[in-house]
């Protein structure tokens, strides 16, 4: 696996840069609805909270854009506003200033606990986002059961979440997020609390229900190496606020496993340019 | 595809085997656990009342368990105890429902309407804490020595808890829940329907529990304070026994009071029990 890797502190314009886009949208919004080949567009988003005397900037002119399809994913230390910026796309919140723009693709939000209600089946769970949709009945019922099918829960549908154990609550949890019909896939470290089994097992899982479906997804984590596994870019938060530090885009050459040397190479680097941001706050 | 098999061998291995594999015997011995340390509590109570009543201590009314049961086993076989039951439960029954509906429909507006909230939230509370047989006597100037002035004080002791019941599941819905269910594009009515009031279930169903336990004191304390012609209550017929002198008929009646208070209990500890085994809030191994 080759590694390109673009320093991106502003104002970077390299020509063949991966799509960050600081450059060419300025004065002119990009058109709402059908905007071709791009999921998510964020323009210079900064992000305050208020508690208090004091402000915290969360975000500060975070500028990014996702390409249909493709499968970002956000690293950074604590404080870098990587959960912060996934409500923004999400809808859940809005920026302080900047523009946040999805151009209406329908977006699906998944966290590191599986949110799943604990009064409905596996099925009921996943059936109301359907309900939620407005799909009729007669049809929800088929689409439930082929959506457990694709995270292969099959014969679960009618166990209770607690009755599930983690990995499989998560995937109870991602078929409700494609029963959202998201075109776009919002993950806050859906696999954080999760065992290294486990979780190595989800990520092929998710890289096949990924391709299969075409999804875009924005993946936030603080593991190095499932980002360097499973991006075809990872993006570098610097901490309080949080800024895009660094691009790196990862092409795909045939399958990548967690303990593969590239995997390792890469999530090296990652680690090492972390640190490095982390070091700033050492003082 | 070897993804696939391990994903299925790992779902297997870690979903506990032999789930609630009922093996005859099982609940014969389940109930035998739950039923005697009662069974002895009980023999403990009659034994200490036998031995005091043996001692002689207040001799010329005090009676022993015997002639009590005795007492209640010959008022059973009359029609008269089975009336007097009938009127305190009708009473019970009606005021409770009532309260029900009053409280619910309080609770959900005040969770809903924070100006609501501000001006009656703490009045609910502070009704809670109110000892209802206060209202008695108001309840009788305001609709007389009637069915009306029994009902008003039951409804009072009950309908507080079953809105702060409602409130308190209301207010912690947890917010990770109400994340997802915002996100799946849940909202206004269908937010209450499908994630708020679901959430809130255990927290009301432990307000209707505490309801109940008020109204059957609320209906106590005002059926020995409004009499009402014709019309035998269980605490107008304490009040009869009292006037009597009569120890055997008043221990009958208390046992009467505490069976029927101790019985519905059961029935919602019951519901509260498999509502919070359904969403996994109990502890398996507790459980068994």
Not at chain 1, 69 to 93: M, P, Q, R, Y
Not at chain 1, 139 to 151: K, N
Not at chain 1, 169 to 188: E, F, G, H, P, S
Not at chain 1, 204 to 220: G, S
Request: hydrophobic share 45%; proline share 5%.
């Amino acid at each position: 696996m080759r590694l390109s890797n673009e320093q991106v502190t502003p104002p970077a314009n390299s020509p063949g840069a991966s799509a960050l886009s600081q450059d060419d949208s300025a004065g002119a919004m990009p058109p709402s609805g059908g905007r071709a080949g791009e999921a998510v567009r964020l323009t210079d988003v900064s992000k305050a909270y208020r508690t208090g005397r004091t402000e915290l900037l969360a975000l500060d002119k975070v500028s990014l854009s996702v390409k249909d399809g493709e499968f970002v994913c956000i690293i950074g230390a604590s404080g870098c506003g990587k959960s912060t910026l996934l409500n923004l796309v999400a809808g859940l919140d809005q920026p302080t200033s900047g523009q946040v723009d999805t151009s209406r693709r329908r977006v699906g939000l998944m966290f590191q606990e599986p949110a799943l209600f604990p009064w409905l089946t596996a099925s009921r769970n996943v059936e109301l986002a359907l309900q939620a949709r407005g799909v009729p009945r007669a049809p929800r019922r088929a689409q439930t059961a082929e959506l457990l099918e694709t995270v292969r829960l099959g014969g679960f549908g009618g166990k209770r979440p607690h009755e599930l154990s983690g990995g499989m609550r998560q995937r109870v949890a991602m078929a409700r997020a494609l029963a959202q019909n998201a075109d776009v896939l919002l993950m806050d470290e859906p696999f954080g609390a999760l065992d290294a089994m486990t979780r190595d097992l989800l990520h092929d899982e998710l890289e096949r229900i990924c391709t299969e479906r075409t999804l875009t997804v924005l993946f936030v984590t603080h593991n190095v190496r499932e980002a360097a596994r499973l991006g075809d870019r990872v993006i570098l938060l610097s901490s309080r606020p949080g800024r895009v530090i660094e691009e790196y885009a990862l092409p795909r050459t045939g399958h990548r496993r967690i303990d593969s040397p590239e995997v390792s190479e890469v999530a090296a680097r990652l680690t090492d340019r972390l640190r490095e941001e982390m070091g700033r706050h050492g003082h | 595809m070897v993804t696939d098999q391990a994903l299925r061998g790992l779902d297997n291995l870690e979903l506990r085997p032999g789930q609630g594999k009922a093996e005859p015997g099982r609940i014969a011995r389940k109930a035998w656990a739950t039923a005697w340390p009662k069974v002895l509590a009980i023999a403990l109570v009659l034994l200490v009342w036998e031995l005091v009543t043996l001692t002689g201590w207040k001799k010329y009314v005090l009676k022993g368990p015997g002639p009590v049961f005795s007492d209640l086993w010959q008022q059973m076989q009359h029609g008269a105890l089975w009336a007097t039951i009938g009127w305190t439960l009708r009473s019970a029954v009606t005021g409770y429902v009532v309260a029900m509906i009053i409280g619910s429909l309080v609770g959900l507006l005040v969770a809903r309407i924070p100006p609501l909230r501000a001006a009656v939230g703490s009045i609910i509370t502070g009704l809670q804490t109110m000892p209802s047989v206060a209202w008695a006597p108001f309840a009788i100037i305001l609709f007389g020595e009637n069915n009306s002035a029994i009902l008003f004080v039951v409804i009072l002791g009950a309908a507080p808890s079953i809105a702060n019941g409602l409130i308190n599941g209301v207010d912690y819905t947890p917010p990770l829940l109400l994340r997802a269910g915002k996100t799946m594009g849940l909202r206004g009515l269908a937010l209450y329907r499908y994630l708020i009031l679901p959430a809130s279930l255990p927290a009301y169903v432990a307000g209707m529990k505490q309801g109940w336990a008020f109204a059957w004191r609320s209906l106590m304390a005002a059926e020995l304070f409004i009499a009402i012609i014709g019309q035998v209550s269980i605490g107008q017929q304490l009040d009869v026994d009292q006037q009597n002198l009569d120890f055997a008929g008043a221990s009958s009646m208390i046992i009467v009071i505490l069976v029927i208070g101790v019985v519905v209990d059961t029935v919602f500890t019951k519901a509260d029990m498999s509502l919070r085994r359904r969403r996994g809030l109990l502890d398996p191994a507790a459980a068994n």
